[in-house]
C-alpha cells in the first residue's frame, strides 16, 4: 500500500505529464485537451450485452488518454483524478441531460466497485476516487450532484484480463449487490448514473445496472466513464462496420 509520503511527493512534486511525461507538470496542454470531454459521446460495444443501459464516454481509450487513466489506476498518481473527473462529469452530463439541473434534480454517481483485494493492493479505490471528482466538478457548474457507493462485490470474480465478451458476462454474473441499509442513500427523485473509468465488453456496467434492478432501489437513468474504445463510439465508421457484420 503506498505511504503517506508518497501521496504527498505525488501532490506537491509531480514527477512529469501522466499522459506525454514531458517534466514537472501534472498534464501537459495537449493532453488535457484529450480529457476536456470536446470528444465526448454516446458508446455501444458490440455485441452488446443484455440489460447495458446507455453509456457516455468522455474520450477514446487511446494514448494519452490511455496512459492517464492507467498512471491514475495502476501507478498510484492520485493527483490525476481532478482531470479524470472533469472528463468523467462530461460524459455524465451527456447521460444527464440539461433537463436534470433545471428540474432541480440530484444526479447520484454510483461507482463501479473494486474487488477488496484490488483496492488494497492499488492503494485506492480509482472508480470511486474518480466519481467524486467529478460530482465536485458538476456541483460547481450548478448541478446537485453526489456519490453513493451502494455496490459491492457478492462473490469473488477472476481477472478480466484476457477474457473474451463472453466469459466476462459469465464472470460477473450475479457478482454485485446492494449494500444493506443503503437503499435510503438512492431515493425515488434521484437519476442515477453508474460511472466507471473505462468500458470495454459492457459486461460490468451491465452486471451492475441488474444488481440495483435486482435491489429494487432507483431507476438507473445511463453509465458514464472516462474513456472506451474508439471504434466502440456511436457514429463511428467502424463502429458501424461491426455492427453490420455482427446483424448479417
Known amino acids: 500500500m503506498r505511504g503517506w509520503w508518497q501521496e504527498l511527493a505525488g501532490l506537491v512534486l509531480p514527477a512529469g505529464c501522466g499522459g506525454c511525461g514531458a517534466a514537472r507538470v501534472l498534464l501537459c496542454p495537449?493532453?488535457?485537451?484529450?480529457?476536456?470531454?470536446?470528444?465526448?459521446?454516446?458508446?455501444?460495444?458490440?455485441?452488446?450485452?443484455?440489460?447495458?443501459?446507455?453509456?457516455?464516454?468522455?474520450?477514446?481509450?487511446?494514448?494519452?488518454v490511455r496512459e492517464v487513466v492507467l498512471a491514475h489506476k495502476e501507478r498510484g498518481a492520485l493527483p490525476l483524478a481532478g482531470p479524470l473527473g472533469a472528463a468523467l462529469a462530461a460524459a455524465?452530463?451527456?447521460?444527464?441531460?440539461?433537463?436534470?439541473?433545471?428540474?432541480?434534480?440530484?444526479?447520484?454517481?454510483?461507482?463501479?466497485?473494486?474487488?477488496?483485494?484490488?483496492?488494497?493492493a492499488r492503494g485506492h479505490d480509482?472508480?470511486?476516487?474518480?466519481?467524486?471528482?467529478?460530482?465536485?466538478?458538476?456541483?460547481?457548474?450548478?448541478?446537485?450532484?453526489?456519490?453513493?457507493?451502494?455496490?459491492?462485490?457478492?462473490?469473488?470474480v477472476a481477472d478480466q484480463a484476457g477474457l473474451g465478451a463472453r466469459e466476462r458476462r459469465e464472470n460477473l454474473t450475479g457478482a454485485l449487490g446492494v449494500r444493506g441499509?443503503?437503499?435510503?442513500?438512492?431515493p425515488a427523485t434521484a437519476r442515477i448514473v453508474l460511472v466507471d473509468d473505462l468500458i470495454t465488453t459492457g459486461a460490468t456496467l451491465a452486471e451492475a445496472?441488474?444488481?440495483?434492478?435486482?435491489?429494487?432501489?432507483?431507476?438507473?437513468?445511463?453509465?458514464?466513464?472516462?474513456?472506451?474504445?474508439?471504434?466502440s463510439f456511436v457514429g463511428n465508421r467502424s463502429t458501424t462496420r461491426t455492427e453490420q457484420r455482427s446483424c448479417e
Request: glycine share 12%; proline share 8%.
Open 209 to 231: 445496472a441488474r444488481a440495483l434492478r435486482a435491489a429494487s432501489v432507483g431507476v438507473v437513468a445511463g453509465a458514464a466513464v472516462v474513456a472506451a474504445p474508439a471504434g
Open 181 to 186: 441499509g443503503c437503499g435510503g442513500l438512492l
Open 92 to 120: 455524465v452530463s451527456g447521460v444527464a441531460g440539461a433537463g436534470a439541473a433545471s428540474a432541480g434534480e440530484e444526479l447520484v454517481l454510483v461507482p463501479v466497485p473494486s474487488a477488496r483485494r484490488q483496492v488494497r
Open 30 to 64: 495537449g493532453c488535457a485537451r484529450a480529457l476536456s470531454g470536446a470528444a465526448a459521446g454516446r458508446v455501444r460495444p458490440s455485441p452488446r450485452p443484455a440489460g447495458l443501459p446507455v453509456v457516455h464516454a468522455a474520450a477514446a481509450y487511446e494514448g494519452a
Open 126 to 156: 480509482p472508480a470511486r476516487r474518480t466519481a467524486l471528482a467529478a460530482a465536485a466538478r458538476l456541483r460547481r457548474a450548478g448541478v446537485p450532484a453526489r456519490v453513493a457507493s451502494v455496490l459491492r462485490q457478492v462473490r469473488p
